[in-house]
């Protein structure tokens, strides 16, 4: 389960949500999506019925964290791979760790 109280500290493994609004449905079907802070047009499948101006979420894993930029890489589950501001992220769900014993 994503929770919506997140720490600010991420771990590579984390699973994260960020929410992209449609830009444009495009003849294939796919949807053009805008991600903030990711400067670049984004292409989904999106749900049925899904118009320009909704929002989706947007849910993968952490790859990479950059500190000193404040940004994460995150490869999301239908197979792409963004870099985004760690504000852009809107839940987290820790990555399971064992514990020391």
Request: charged share 30%; aromatic share 4%.
């Amino acid at each position: 389960m994503l929770h919506f109280n997140m720490p600010r500290e991420f771990e590579i493994g984390d699973e994260v949500a960020l929410t992209g609004t449609v830009v444009a449905i495009l003849p294939s079907g796919r949807a053009r999506v805008s991600i903030p802070s990711y400067d670049h047009p984004y292409a989904v499948d999106p749900p049925p019925k899904t118009r320009a101006g909704e929002k989706v979420l947007l849910v993968g894993d952490v790859t990479r964290i950059d500190r000193e930029a404040n940004k994460l890489t995150v490869r999301i589950d239908c197979g792409g791979v963004i870099t985004v501001d760690k504000s852009a992220i809107t839940r987290l769900r820790k990555h399971g760790r064992a514990s020391a014993r």
